[in-house]
């Protein structure tokens, strides 16, 4: 299977170290020659491109399914609309449009689409509630990928991503420092963030559906740094209600709906289609780098 990954950044790089290593053909595509250094440096092809500009997605060859994986690069809405919209539907048109067109497509997507619930579940069949711009816009591009592919004859899946951690992403001074605001985490590993693309990928599975990715327990911030603390050797965080630290000031609009927002994502639907995780909750995901920080802590002694 020859895969293109579009935005190949951190997870894409992951994800196609993982194809490769499983004897597929994977193709990195990055618009920055140091993006083109990294995928090389995963064991997989790169190349340089903007995958928002229809004539440099011709230096892309034919491939069995392109995985639209980009940033934005920004926070604002109208960049997010530049990428997620309106590049994914470039690329859309563009390889669906050859002569030789893709067989899937699948769209990293975030469980952000779902808005506040009060910490209730949701699934894949919760009505998407988006409550910034930039969710609005990822809610738009979701609509996108999963109804443009059918225009050029093949299938569009969204994978909708939980909050991403790992290597260089664990920020646990985040958490070890506080103050912490309560409020749920809903959290997937970068190695099963990848694993499960590529295992929807391989497997031939939800054509046409959106999956959330997200690991096995949702879980409180404060319970979340306790744990972070007393598995590092380290006195708990000071803590914070969202109230409190709505009265602190100094914050935007959108960071105050971020805030407010509360929801558990369940991952039922994708452990229901046999994936397997690496990481089935943060305790195993935060191991490696709780590891690190005490080894560093007592070199520092």
Known sequence: MRVAILGCGHVGCELGRQLAERGHDAIGVRRSSE??????SHGFEGIQADITDERELESVPAVDAIVFAASSGGRAASAARRVYVEGLRTAIETFGSRDDPPDRLVYTSSTGVHGDHDGDWVDEETPVEPTTEKTEVLAEAERVALELPPEYG???????YAGLYGPERYRLERYL??????????????DDAAGAVRFLLEEDLARGEVVQVVDDE???KWAFADWLAEAAGVEEPPKQTKTERLE???????????????????NEKLRSLGYEFAYPTFRAGYRAAIDDYSGNATANE
């Open 35 to 40: 993006g083109i250094e990294t995928i090389e």
């Open 154 to 160: 093949f299938d569009g899946t969204v994978a909708r």
């Open 177 to 190: 420092e506080g103050p912490v605001t309560a409020g749920y985490l809903n959290m997937v590993h970068r």
């Open 218 to 220: 949702p879980v409180e």
């Open 248 to 266: 602190g000031g100094d914050i935007s609009a959108a960071a105050e709906r971020r805030i407010l927002t509360s929801k558990r994502c369940s």
